[in-house]
C-alpha cells in the first residue's frame, strides 16, 4: 500500500518560508532604488544585488528538492481548469525567481557594472558591455519585477482562499507539515 505525502518536505517548506519575505523584500528594495536618488540609493543597490544572487542560489536548491521530493497531491475536487491554473502559476513564480537575478546580472554586465557580492568579492560579467543590451534588460527587469509582484500576490490570495476559505489542507501543507 502506497501512502500520499499530504504536506511538503521539512526542506521544500524551509526554503519557501525563508524566500518568501526575502523576495518581498527585493521586491520593496527595487521600487525604493528607482524611487530615489538620496544616499540611500547606493545602500539599497548594495543590499539588492548580493541578495539577488542569494535568492538565485535558493530557488535552484528549491527547483532540485522540488524534482526531487514532489509536492503533495492537489485536492481530488478541484475541477481540472482549477489544478492546471495551480500548477501554472508555480511554473511561472519558478521562471520568474531564476530570470529575475539572471536579467539583473546580464543588466549589470551590459552596463559595465561591477556585480559586488562583497568587499572585494565580485561575480564575473555574463553579457558583454552594451548599451542598447542594458537599456532592454532594464526594462525587462522592471517588467518582470511588476509580473512577479502581481504572481506574488495572486500566490497569496490563493492561499489564504484555501487557508481560511476552503479549509482544504493545501495552505497547511506549507504551513506546517504533517502532525
Do not use: C
Not at 144 to 157: G, N, Y
Amino acid at each position: 500500500m502506497t501512502q500520499t505525502r499530504t504536506h511538503f518536505s521539512p526542506l521544500a517548506r524551509l526554503l519557501h518560508w525563508t524566500m518568501a519575505p526575502l523576495i518581498i523584500a527585493m521586491l520593496f528594495i527595487g521600487v525604493g532604488m528607482v524611487a530615489t536618488v538620496s544616499r540611500a540609493h547606493t545602500t539599497l543597490i548594495a543590499i539588492h544585488k548580493p541578495l539577488g544572487i542569494a535568492l538565485l542560489l535558493l530557488v535552484i536548491l528549491r527547483v532540485g528538492v522540488r524534482i526531487r521530493r514532489g509536492s503533495p497531491p492537489l485536492p481530488a475536487y478541484m475541477p481540472a481548469p482549477q489544478r492546471f491554473v495551480a500548477r501554472l502559476s508555480h511554473l511561472i513564480l519558478y521562471a520568474l525567481m531564476i530570470a529575475m537575478p539572471l536579467i539583473g546580472w546580464g543588466m549589470l554586465s551590459a552596463g559595465g557594472y561591477p556585480i559586488t557580492l562583497y568587499g572585494p568579492l565580485h561575480l564575473p560579467p555574463i553579457a558583454p558591455h552594451n548599451t542598447e543590451l542594458f537599456a532592454l534588460l532594464r526594462a525587462l527587469h522592471t517588467w518582470l519585477a511588476f509580473a512577479l509582484f502581481a504572481t506574488v500576490l495572486l500566490h497569496l490570495a490563493a492561499a489564504l482562499f484555501h487557508g481560511l476559505i476552503r479549509r482544504d489542507g493545501v495552505f497547511s501543507s506549507m504551513a506546517r507539515g504533517g502532525r
